[in-house]
């Protein structure tokens, strides 16, 4: 039995066998090939379709950033190199197949061989090859676009797995999720922790763990790899008591959102598709405090349309009926991409053009997100939320969007109600103007996983940051205090709906702090129910 340690992104325990997903065994195809002389003329020619593309690729950034236009040209010359150049041809001959196959199994050998070095120089390198040879996979037609995890249910580990991916794939097959890159905050953690998976990170994975048993503890962040009947036993009866603890959590179901002393606090659910709004309901939620509405746009070939994006938000607006459910507009770019959307290379995507920058570049797309919550509005409570605002500017200019928007929908009577907006304080600076960002809307909603890797200046993603990511750290508390009485100060309710929301250990401090609501994924909203009515904040000092 072999025993890793990571961090647990989201609690449960799982039992089962492990799919080793290779990201690339599951989107290339590997197979046998006939005439090694003409796989090699393909493969050269992909590669100097590849060099083309970068050199324009070059001479496009060149003028935006010299230094960013510069890895293109990295890039080529790996390309151009002898040896990346020699593996591939030399398994293409030695092993017959594919050169799709051999550029994937070539770029795999290497970047997990290198990949615990920490030098830049090395680390660069590896980049670049793994770019070159995603460019490369894909002249060459490898990527097939749905992820197959085969007939039965499977603890998914991977080195990486992006937000797009894990949507891709049946929910009802995945036992758990692990992955050695990402962190608890992470948008694919986020999204294991919507699907009510458990879900580790930080863990060192290895390839060989293919098929092999395994025992995945979400709360300890532990992965045991063929572990003995002992364990599995012990862990039989974890697995039985996680039950029925749920099970008793269950009882909770009904009950209000009420402290001990009969203060009404929302609890609000996070969801990412409509396939949550289930989840929604069973556990009784408030409404919909943020809907992630970004993901119906990743994992596709190009925009979605109006029509859908209207149907979609009719759904939600008709399912929640009179409650409240908050579509947050786009938040697309940094870890939220689809190749369609063609966002140019970013030094630092997470400080990036993203969220509400990316909607006000892209009007086209922004106005028919809006016109489509405006549609739908006309069907139940909806209200929308503007991610990554960080000045009264941005607030002028969506307004102004808006009034076309709704403008153009007077003009053809089309119906909609005059809905709720709330911005969502992620950053230091909406924190510092919240008073004033306050007045321009009817509530704020505190987005806590931006705030705090802006506030700390660290990446939330970053695994090397692991020990010193600290999001109970007394700054954010008090930014998050700040942006609670500035909201009252304008009469405005403030709601907390980042991961933080759900952490119980700080539910009757928030409660103390005068937060209006907390919104959580479906899966915490029985833990946070049982935490505030728990709690007793009249006697607490203010
Ligand atoms: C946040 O930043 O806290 C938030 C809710 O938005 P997201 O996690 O989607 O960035
Ligand atoms: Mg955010």
């Known amino acids: 039995m072999e025993v890793y340690k990571g961090t647990g992104a989201f609690s449960g325990i799982a039992v089962g066998k492990i799919l080793y997903y290779h990201k690339s065994e599951y989107q290339v195809h590997q197979y046998e090939i006939t005439d090694i002389k003409e796989e090699i003329t393909i493969f050269q020619q992909a590669r100097l379709k590849v060099m083309e593309q970068l050199t324009r690729l070059y001479e496009e950034n060149c003028t935006v950033s010299e230094s960013q236009a ?12 002898k040896s990346f150049q020699q593996a591939i041809e030399s398994m293409i001959r030695s092993e017959k197949v594919n050169s799709a196959y051999a550029v994937m199994t070539t770029r795999d050998e290497i970047s997990s061989t290198f990949r615990n070095l920490e030098e830049p120089a090395i680390k660069e390198r590896i980049a670049g090859i793994c770019e070159i040879s995603d460019r490369l996979i894909s002249e060459l037609g490898g990527f097939s676009p749905r992820i197959d995890l085969g007939p039965d249910p499977v603890i998914l580990v991977t080195e990486n797995i992006t937000p797009t991916e894990l949507m891709e794939m049946d929910k009802d097959k995945l036992l758990a999720v692990v992955t050695h890159q990402g962190s608890d905050i992470s948008h694919a953690a986020i999204l294991a922790k919507t699907m009510n998976i458990p879900a580790l990170v930080e863990i060192d994975t290895d390839t060989e763990w293919d098929g092999q048993c395994a025992i995945v503890d979400g709360y300890t962040g532990t992965l045991y790899i063929n572990p003995d009947g002992e364990l599995l036993k012990e862990y039989e009866i974890r697995r039985q008591a996680d039950l029925e603890e749920k099970e008793e959590l269950l009882k909770l179901r009904d009950k209000p959102d009420i402290t001990r002393d009969g203060k009404k606090v ?128 941005e607030m002028d200019e969506i307004e102004k969007i808006v009034r076309e928007v709704t403008e153009g929908l007077d003009e053809k009577n ?106 959580v994924v479906p899966a915490c909203i029985l833990p946070v129910r049982r935490a505030l009515r728990q709690a007793t904040i009249s006697t607490c000092e203010k």
């Open 414 to 519: 089309v119906p909609y109600k005059k809905i709720k907006t709330g911005i969502m304080i992620e950053t230091p600076a909406a924190v510092m103007i919240s008073r004033e960002l306050a007045r321009r809307v009817d509530f704020l909603g505190l987005g806590t996983n931006d705030l705090t890797q802006y506030t700390l200046a660290m990446d939330r993603q970053n695994p090397l940051l692991r020990n010193k990511y600290n999001d109970h750290h007394p700054a954010v508390l008090r930014m998050i205090k700040m942006v609670i009485d500035a909201g009252h100060e304008e009469n405005r309710p403030v709601y907390i709906c980042g991961e933080l929301a759900a952490d119980t250990a700080l539910t009757e401090m928030f409660l103390r702090m005068g937060v209006d609501g907390l919104s």
């Open 70 to 81: 510069e890895l293109f040209l990295n890039q080529k010359k790996l390309l151009e190199g």
């Open 266 to 393: 929302a609890i609000f659910a996070n969801i990412g598709n409509m396939d949550d709004l289930n989840s929604v309901l069973f556990y009784r939620a408030a409404g919909i405090g943020l809907l992630r509405s970004e993901f119906q746009y990743l994992g596709r070939e190009n925009y979605p349309r109006e029509n859908e994006l209207f149907l979609a938000y009719r759904k939600i607006a008709e399912t929640m009926g009179d409650r409240l459910a908050v579509i947050r507009t786009s938040d697309l770019g940094a870890d939220k991409q689809a190749p369609y959307l063609n966002i140019p290379d970013e030094i630092n995507p997470i400080m990036g053009n993203r969220g509400i920058r990316l909607c006000l570049d892209r009007k086209k797309m922004f106005k028919a997100q809006l016109r489509a919550i405006f549609r739908a509005s006309a069907y139940g409570n909806l209200a929308m939320m503007y991610p990554m605002i960080t000045s009264e500017e």
